[in-house]
């Protein structure tokens, strides 16, 4: 008859005793194989691929986008499709700001901030806000610089409002157009391109135009040297974070043809800053007409100003 010790599962009893003799070794379980594979295959990994995966908006975005895809399946024509685009809160919203206007070097814009939910609830209101602000300023500048001159009187120039939103706006929307169809035609040429959605492109162009915003403001000292050290200063803030957002997508086309593309879009971007700053703010003074004063013997007087 068998006896209790022989009824004991041996294997266990050498795995206690094992177990016993090393404590430090390493033991696997069935229910793990996938972990072991997962973990593998991240040890394997090139140690430079990781650092292109960052920059390139590769690896784990192609999931995202196809999350993001299955996320926005409504019709087009619907409320439904438009509202994805501003679902958003406001830590996400502060987050890409700060991002826009601290850029990291080396770290792409798009991977960073916008892949995992690119909105249009930002831009749009950071371009009203710009509008607003570079109308207003200019207006106020205008006041201060011909301010105690007896010939002049303060008009308000409303039309301000409608030109730099016919500005800002076609500069926002226009310009990442344009970008994302020859992104995509150069997809088409080189297989190593990346290329952005559109709405990404809107977004990066959207937050980068965030820094104009303080820079309006400061735009009311009338001084003009103080004027064009903001401007140099929030273009290569805006500039380098649009610079480093789009170089890793065309560097692997001709080199020609990415040193032009990243050239276009830093020399956009610049006449986008230098004309509000030249039309809404270094406008040439105007010459204000002497008043006549009529005499009371009937001849007239005409002042100097």
């Not at 294997?11 to 229910?31: G, H, Q, R």
């Not at 140690?47 to 960052?54: A, C, I, L, S, T």
Request: proline content about 6%; overall charge negative; charged content about 20%.
């Amino acid at each position: 008859m068998a006896t209790v010790d022989d009824l004991k599962f041996q294997e266990f009893d050498d795995a206690a005793n094992l177990l016993a003799a090393n404590p430090d070794a390493t033991t696997i379980s069935i229910d793990e194989p996938v972990e072991i594979s997962k973990n593998q295959h991240g040890r394997l990994q090139e140690p430079g691929r990781e650092e292109d995966d960052e920059l390139l908006g590769t690896d784990d975005s192609d999931k995202t986008e196809l999350l993001a895809g299955q996320k926005k399946s409504a019709p087009f024509w619907t409320f439904e499709y438009y509202q994805t685009f501003f679902d958003v809160d406001t830590y996400q919203v502060l987050d890409r700001i700060k991002g826009s206007v601290f850029p990291v070097p080396g770290k792409n814009f798009v991977r960073l901030y916008i892949r995992s939910n690119p909105d249009l609830y930002g831009p749009f209101w950071i371009c009203a806000t710009l509008v607003f602000t570079i109308a207003v300023s200019g207006n106020l500048s205008n006041f201060f610089i011909h301010l105690g001159k007896p010939t002049y009187h303060y008009v308000p120039e409303f039309r301000k409002v409608s030109i730099a939103a016919t500005t800002i706006y076609a500069y926002a929307w226009l310009v990442p157009l344009a970008l994302w169809g020859f992104l995509m035609w150069r997809n088409s040429k080189v297989m190593n391109i990346v290329s952005y959605s559109f709405l990404e492109i809107v977004c990066v162009y959207g937050y980068s135009l965030f820094i104009y915003i303080p820079t309006a403001i400061l735009w009311i000292i009338p001084q003009k040297v103080v004027r064009w050290v903001l401007v140099m200063f929030s273009l290569c803030l805006s500039g380098s974070v649009l610079v480093m957002t789009f170089w890793p997508a065309v560097r692997d086309d001709n080199r020609r043809i990415a040193l032009a593309t990243v050239g276009t879009i830093v020399l956009l971007h610049a006449l986008l800053a230098v004309g509000c700053l030249a039309y809404f703010f270094d406008a040439p003074e105007l010459d204000f007409p002497a008043p006549i004063i009529p005499a009371h013997n009937g001849t007239t007087l005409i002042t100097k100003s």
